[in-house]
């Protein structure tokens, strides 16, 4: 078993007298694919803004690679190869496609206090962007706005963004969200093949998805875990069958 | 020297008075609505005037003052129906843009109509003369009158935002205005209040000082910036932040020139003294909202919290 | 990755930045109202000794001025999103370099410009390094209160004329000589300072860190997310914005050789945004455009009316009112200008 490339110990985080996130711990192992999964209001938003850096947390801590990154802020987490994506898209329309991700891989090549060369004709960056592209299929689009693309085309540049930053991990929040019937099937397959090289943090409705993907599934409920195994142990659970999959079958 | 910092501390809160006056209605204007309020100082200038002419129409200030204080409502309605409700969507920029045209239509305006001569007020009868301090001390009883209108509209500012049904959404807006809207509040009904509202307090402002100051185009926009000074310090959208700032600043401010020279001579020979005095004096005040904002980005007392 | 693929990704890069206000200006014409406004002032000069009216070259080199500010604003408004209403304070401080340096003798425009650069390099770091840490109408008025805080200054600075101003004994000098003392070498240096105001930005907002800079404008948490802190780059172009101002305004100082804190009001600082939204903010030639059409609406309203500030005020809030996506948008669909 490999060792664990992200370790949350009783992270906590509290919006008044609302326990968001109420004592989370669990570990995802080197190239796992490890899934997050909860009812409406579980706190899976909020977990990925507490991993990614984009909230403080009240308590507990966050290692990444074996290091204490509880305290860093999310710029400095994606210096470190903690990458996210976004639930709702997050992408900068007005430029190109290649840009979006070539932005990305200039964040961590060399100093981009620079200012008189233009930044689109280095190579060296549309040539890494371009890999990341290609890794999602877009290498096609690389010269259309983002703006102009399909719903699901940006998705897949939202992923593509996150692995130009050069991550060992990647926060996928909710990827599927929003997607069609065939978008979701590209993306499925684009995660599929993305877990042959990344650790991967998957948030996800789609349940169908998340047993096709996982290695591993934690289940949130009201802020606490209330179980982490594999897709058939955590399918088993009576506990997440009374909390989680009884409510979805009774909805 | 202690009779000299007496009168002056008084002056001083005097002005922050005033300048509470005109704030309170910005800083919820900003906080509740989202927009930046270029031309709330001209609203100061056209109270100023209206009590101008109305006093002189009426030959009695008290009257002009009680004419002065709707006309000031209703034109900041009129405004509010013609110009402030189709920004409100708008983004910061068209905000600007479109008061600061405003300040300059205004401007123009009175002096079209009032042309640009400086127009003086005189002080009622009933009002004038001094009362004694501490010994010899006298103090104008005007200036008195004016601490006293404004530390009476203050408390009925903080009774109305803190025990009112619409002081309630006042608070509530200014922290999360959807949230008010989405309870089902007319939040367009309620900019209009606060608007009007906010431009009878700076129209009252410009009417109580037009006895002391000279009623001329452009006064407006020297007491604007201190206003936003004011708000910045105190924290945006909050009415109680508002006042400790605008005393403070109105107190630093008076206080500094006074005494910025006769404390520099202590350190420097006498002239260089007055001289650096004289420069420092003006700036301490944004010296004094920098360090408020190096250590609390938010004002004093920021009405959304830590989080804005 | 080929080169040509690189050159459409470099021509869509800068209508793609400010898909909403593009200006009269904007777009793919760009580069060639940019060449045609620099001919038509190149050959200005000559024409108006032509027609004999040397005044034409003053207002010119006012017009270039003002274009080379309007240019540093929208540095800070266009490309950084910052709404900065204290931008005269730069200019003002640089104009005040001049004169206060020349009071004590020191001519040299070298001198004297580096020295404006240099103030209004640490004015605009310290006050926009505080500025910064604030958003939206924060940031608004404290650039304001900042651009005040300096024009109060310099109307206490009585050493240096107060509230009256201070004029200027002869204009700036090189190397001992007096090659702006004619109206036209002052005109076309302050084109060529005009120029290359022009093409380093041109550069800066293409490189790195104008690309950055862009990024942080249209969506400042993505630019997180990559791992940019915005900060340092607003700042950075804060600065840069701050030091070419300074530049306009010893340029200023020479034009009118006289100086006053009347140039650092915060009316002065209303204007040079409307100059920069009303060419087209996000684009370079737009403020250049915005200045000439500006100071040329001014001059024309004068014309009419001592109130002509009326007729601008109205002119501005018609404007912003019923066109949609302000003033730009407006003009644009004035000219029936569609963009897709």
């Known amino acids: 078993m490999s060792e664990a490339l992200l370790a949350v110990t009783d992270l906590r985080k509290s919006f008044g007298a609302l326990h968001v996130t109420d004592g989370v711990s669990f570990d995802v192992r080197t190239n796992e694919l490890h899934a997050i999964i909860g009812p409406n209001g579980a706190g899976k938003t909020t977990l990925i803004h507490q991993l990614s850096g984009a909230l403080k947390s009240d308590a507990g801590t966050v290692r990444f690679t074996g290091a204490d990154v509880t305290r860093l802020s999310m710029v400095e987490r994606v210096r470190r190869g903690l990458a996210r994506s976004f639930q709702i898209t997050s992408i900068l329309d007005g430029f190109t496609v290649l840009e979006n991700a070539a932005m990305a891989v200039q964040a961590r090549s060399g100093s981009s206090f620079r200012f008189l060369r233009p930044a689109s004709k280095e190579a060296a960056l549309n040539d890494e962007a371009m890999a990341a592209l290609a890794r999602v299929k877009l290498d096609d689009r690389a010269h259309r706005r983002a703006g102009s693309l399909s719903h699901g085309e940006k998705r897949q540049l939202e992923i593509a963004i996150a692995l130009a930053t050069g991550a060992k991990l990647l926060l996928l929040d909710e990827p599927l969200a929003g997607t069609g019937h065939e978008e979701s099937a590209v993306l499925v397959a684009l995660m599929q093949e993305l877990k042959q090289s990344h650790t991967i943090v998957l948030i996800e409705h789609d349940m169908d998805a998340v047993f096709a993907l996982a290695d591993r599934v934690s289940v949130l409920v009201y802020g606490r875990l209330i179980a982490t195994g594999t897709p058939e142990e955590v399918r088993t659970h009576p506990d997440v069958r009374a909390a989680y999959l009884g409510e979805e079958e009774a909805a | ?308 | ?340």
């Open chain 3, 1 to 340: 990755m080929s080169a040509g693929t690189s050159d459409v990704a470099i021509s869509g890069a800068v209508p793609d930045v400010a898909p909403r206000r593009g200006g009269v200006l904007a777009g793919r014409g760009s580069a060639l109202a940019a060449a045609l406004i620099f001919a038509a002032l190149a050959v200005l000069p000559p024409i108006a000794s032509a027609i004999g009216d040397p005044f034409l070259v003053v207002t010119a080199t006012r017009i270039v001025v003002f274009a080379i500010a309007a240019l540093s604003l929208d540095l800070v408004l266009g490309y950084g999103a910052m709404v900065s209403f204290g931008h005269a304070a730069f200019v003002g401080l640089g104009a005040y370099a001049v004169a206060i340096l020349s009071s004590h003798g020191i001519d040299d425009v070298l001198v004297q410009a580096l020295a404006a650069i240099g103030a209004c390099a640490l004015f605009a770091l310290v006050t926009g390094a505080i500025s910064l840490r604030t958003k939206g109408v924060y940031f608004i008025m404290i650039t304001l209160a900042f651009g005040q805080m300096a024009y109060f200054f310099m109307v206490s600075l009585s050493a240096y004329g107060g509230d009256d101003g201070l004029t200027l004994s002869a204009r700036s000098t090189l190397f001992g000589l007096p090659v702006l003392a004619g109206d036209i070498p002052l005109f076309y240096a302050s084109l060529a300072v005009l120029a290359l105001a022009f093409l380093g930005l041109r550069a800066l907002t293409l490189s790195r860190f104008g690309r950055v800079l862009r990024g942080t404008k249209e969506n400042p948490v993505r630019m997180q997310a990559i791992g940019f802190r915005p900060f340092a780059f607003q700042l950075t172009a804060y600065v840069i914005a701050g030091a070419l101002a300074g530049l306009a305004g010893v340029l200023l100082a020479n034009q009118a050789e006289f100086v006053s804190p009347a140039y650092m009001s915060w009316q002065r600082s209303g204007e040079l945004i409307v100059m920069v939204v009303l060419g087209g903010m996000g684009t370079l030639v737009g403020p250049i455009g915005g200045a000439i059409a500006f100071l040329l609406l001014e001059d024309w309203l004068a014309l009419f009316s001592e109130h002509w500030k009326l007729g601008l005020g109205v002119l501005l809030v018609l404007l912003v009112l019923f066109t949609r996506g302000g003033i730009a948008g407006g003009v644009e669909r004035l000219f029936g200008k569609a963009r897709p």
């Open chain 2, 1 to 308: 020297m202690f009779n000299l910092f007496l009168l002056q501390a008084l002056n001083g809160v005097q002005f922050g008075i005033l300048l509470f006056l005109v704030a309170a209605g910005l800083t919820l204007i900003f906080g509740i609505m989202d927009l930046i309020n270029l031309a709330h100082g001209v609203l100061y200038m056209v109270g100023a005037y209206f009590a101008a002419t109305f006093t002189a129409l009426t030959g009695d200030f008290l009257l002009g003052l009680a004419i002065a204080l709707p006309a000031a409502l209703l034109f900041g309605l009129v405004l509010e129906f013609l110009i402030f409700r189709h920004l409100y969507e708008r983004d910061h920029l068209d905000q600007v843009l479109a008061t600061f045209g405003l300040i300059l239509i205004l401007n123009e305006g009175v002096k079209i109509v009032w042309g640009a001569a400086p127009m003086s007020v005189p002080i009622p009868e009933l009002l004038s003369g001094s009362i004694p301090l501490i010994g010899p001390l006298q103090y104008p009883f005007y200036r008195v009158v004016i601490i006293t209108a404004g530390l009476a509209t203050a408390v009925g500012l903080w009774l109305l935002v803190n025990h009112t049904r619409v002081g309630m959404l006042l608070r509530a807006g200014a922290v999360n205005a959807p949230m008010v809207s989405a309870l089902g509040v007319d939040i367009r009904r309620l900019f209009m209040l606060v608007f009007g509202f906010g431009a009878m307090l700076a129209g009252f402002a410009g009417a109580m000082v037009a006895p002391i100051l000279s009623v001329e185009p452009g006064m407006g926009d020297g007491v604007l910036i201190l206003t936003f000074v004011v708000i910045v310090i105190g924290g945006v959208g909050s009415v109680r932040g508002a006042f400790v700032a605008a005393i403070l600043v109105g107190l630093v401010d008076t206080l500094g020139r006074t005494f910025g020279p006769i404390v520099l001579r202590a350190v420097m020979d006498p002239s260089a003294a007055s001289q650096t005095g004289r420069t420092l004096a003006p700036m301490l005040i944004y010296i004094l909202m920098a360090a408020v904002l190096f250590f609390r980005p938010s004002g004093l007392f920021p009405a959304k919290g830590a989080a804005a």
